[in-house]
C-alpha cells in the first residue's frame, strides 16, 4: 500500500522571537525558525517517524516553492508538486519573549488557475492504484472550488483507493457527501456542519451520526486533551489520553491524523486504529515533534489510554 499526502494551499511558516513587542520602531530577532507548513506535510511527517513513507502532493509557486521542495526532500519526504505563477505564502508569528505572547500574519494562498487544477488532477491520476491511501488535508487555496476535495474523493474511489479528509466549512460540507472513508473533524469544525456545539460526550456522539448520515464512512472527532470519539458502522469507541503536560496542541491534530493513516495502512482493527491516533498525537503534544523513531514511544502510550466502548 502506497500513502500520499494532499497540501493544496501550503505556506512557510516564518518564526520570530523579539524582546519585546513594541510599535513604530524597529525590532530585532533573536531566534528564526521556518517551517514547511502544510497539513498533509505534517501527516507525512508523523508517517515518517512512524517508519513509513509517503508522497507529498501539491500546489508551490516562486522561490519559496522551491524552498518546500528543497526543504522537505532534506526531511526525507518526497514530492510531486504542480507549479503555480504566484509565490507561495509566507505565514508570519513574532513572538514576545517578555510576555509569552504573539503576533501572526497569515498571508491568502497563492491563487490555483484551472490549467493548473487540471494539471494536478491528472497527476494524481498517475499515481492511483486499488488499494493505496490518500490523505487530503488543510484548506482550499485560492480559485479551487468548494467541491475540489469532493471531486478529488470521487477519482480516488474510482480506482478502488482510500480518502481520508481533514478540512473545514464548505469543502468539508461538500467532501462529505462524497463518502470520504474518514474524516477528521474537531469541534469548531463539527459545530459549522451541525450548528451544535460539541461540549459534551453525549454531544459528540450526536456530531459524528450528523457526520456519517452526510456520507462519511468513518468518523474520528478530535477532542483535544479528552482525547477521541471514534465511530464507523459497527462501533463507537471515545479515547481519552492520561493527564500530562502539554506543549502546544499546535499541530497535534495532524499528528492524531498520522496515527490514524499508519493503523489504518496496517489493517488495525477499530479500537487500535483510535487508540494509535489518540497514542501519536498525545506524543507530540507533549514535545511539539515525535522523536525519530516514535513506534516505541507510541506503542508505550497506547498502555495509558483509556478506552469505554458507547
Not at 500546489?59 to 519526504?77: H, K, M, R, S, T
Not at 505564502?89 to 510576555?99: E, F, G, K, Q
Request: with cysteine; glycine share 8%.
Amino acid at each position: 500500500m502506497n500513502i500520499y499526502t494532499v497540501s493544496v494551499n501550503p505556506a512557510i511558516d516564518l518564526f520570530l522571537e523579539v524582546p519585546q513587542l513594541t510599535y513604530d520602531t524597529v525590532l530585532r530577532a533573536t531566534s528564526r525558525r521556518q517551517v514547511w507548513a502544510g497539513k498533509g506535510f505534517n501527516v507525512s511527517r508523523t508517517l515518517l517517524r512512524l517508519g513509513t513513507p509517503s508522497l507529498a502532493l501539491g500546489f508551490v509557486g516562486g522561490f519559496a516553492g522551491l524552498a518546500i521542495q528543497a526543504g522537505l526532500a532534506a526531511e526525507g519526504i518526497p514530492t510531486d508538486f504542480v507549479t503555480v505563477p504566484e509565490e507561495t505564502r509566507t505565514n508570519v508569528m513574532i513572538l514576545d519573549h517578555s510576555s509569552g505572547r504573539h503576533l501572526k500574519v497569515n498571508q491568502p494562498g497563492a491563487p490555483i488557475p484551472q490549467p493548473a487544477e487540471a494539471e494536478f488532477l491528472a497527476r494524481v491520476q498517475t499515481h492511483l492504484h486499488a488499494g493505496d491511501l490518500w490523505v487530503l488535508s488543510g484548506s482550499l487555496a485560492p480559485g479551487l472550488p468548494p467541491d475540489f476535495y469532493a471531486r478529488l474523493i470521487r477519482q480516488i474511489h474510482a480506482q478502488g483507493a482510500l480518502a481520508l479528509l481533514d478540512t473545514s466549512g464548505a469543502a468539508l460540507r461538500a467532501g462529505c457527501a462524497a463518502a470520504p472513508d474518514l474524516v477528521k473533524p474537531n469541534p469548531t469544525e463539527a459545530y459549522d456542519l451541525t450548528g451544535q456545539t460539541v461540549d459534551s460526550l453525549p454531544a459528540a456522539q450526536q456530531a459524528a451520526q450528523a457526520f456519517q448520515a452526510a456520507g462519511a464512512r468513518r468518523v474520528a472527532l478530535s477532542l483535544g486533551a479528552q482525547g477521541l470519539l471514534y465511530s464507523d458502522e459497527k462501533s463507537t469507541l471515545h479515547v481519552r489520553p492520561p493527564t500530562l503536560q502539554v506543549r502546544t496542541a499546535v499541530g497535534a491534530g495532524d499528528a492524531l491524523l498520522g496515527g490514524l493513516v499508519w493503523a489504518l495502512a496496517h489493517k488495525r482493527p477499530a479500537q487500535e486504529l483510535a487508540c494509535w491516533g489518540v497514542a501519536t498525537g498525545t506524543l507530540y503534544a507533549q514535545a511539539d515533534e515525535l522523536p525519530v523513531d516514535a513506534q516505541p514511544a507510541v506503542s508505550a502510550m497506547l498502555h495509558r489510554l483509556h478506552v469505554t466502548n458507547l
